[in-house]
T-cell receptor, first 115, second 113 residues
């Protein structure tokens, strides 16, 4: 099966600019997650979707971050305006959510550098 | 709440040495436990998992046993190879609250020939 696809792989922007990341999950996976991974740390959940509804966005900085999952498939994460502390790898993951053994499947991530 | 604590790295071992990476967890319910591995420039890949007490997950020579009494899920490998150099993340999932995943901070392993 094809894995989780993310683009772009790398992005460099200046602070106060905007940026968008795209994710296509594994076909048939109902649950989609966006994580932020700062260098040297574990992934931190930003938002979790079940189909096209939001399950958890409690750690999403909503004043600057937004995410959508139209039609319950692809998802886009946007940052506007970016800050220096947003420099991180943004990981998308999906899960079949079939049972308690269902793991997350990750894409390769987008490395964002804010200068 | 739910959380995962991993031993801090970095860890440097010689090839064929024995590896242990400690992981303990706190959970409000009955979690499933996972180990993920991240190679340079790549996303996280599932290494192994266990869903109930005393289950042993294993893959590629790595293994970990779900110990409910000590709330631990330590990762072990009998003989590491240079190709095992990566960052290892312990994680738990809470099915009862929507399959949310919680990750440790990761342990960097370098294996030298």
């Amino acid at each position: 099966e094809a894995g989780v696809a993310q683009s772009p792989r790398y992005k460099i922007i200046e602070k106060r600019q905007s940026v968008a990341f795209w994710c296509n999950p594994i076909s048939g996976h109902a649950t989609l997650y966006w994580y932020q991974q700062i260098l040297g740390q574990g992934p931190k959940l930003l938002i979790q979707f079940q189909n096209n509804g939001v399950v958890d966005d409690s750690q999403l900085p909503k004043d600057r971050f937004s995410a959508e999952r139209l039609k319950g498939v692809d998802s886009t994460l946007k940052i506007q305006p970016a800050k220096l502390e947003d420099s991180a790898v943004y990981l998308c993951a999906s899960s079949s959510h079939r049972d308690r053994a269902s793991p997350l499947h990750f894409g390769n991530g987008t490395r964002l550098t804010v200068t | 709440g739910n959380s995962v604590t991993q031993m801090e790295g970095p860890v440097t071992l010689s090839e064929e040495a024995f590896l242990t990476i400690n992981c303990t967890y706190t959970a409000t319910g009955y979690p499933s436990l996972f180990w993920y591995v991240q190679y340079p420039g790549e996303g996280l890949q599932l290494l192994l998992k266990a869903t109930k007490a005393d289950d042993k997950g294993s893959n590629k020579g790595f293994e970990a046993t779900y110990r409910k009494e000590t709330t631990s899920f330590h990762l072990e490998k009998g003989s590491v190879q240079v190709s095992d150099s990566a960052v290892y993340f312990c994680a738990l999932s809470d099915w009862d609250t929507g399959n949310q995943f919680y990750f440790g901070t990761g342990t960097s392993l370098t294996v030298i020939p």
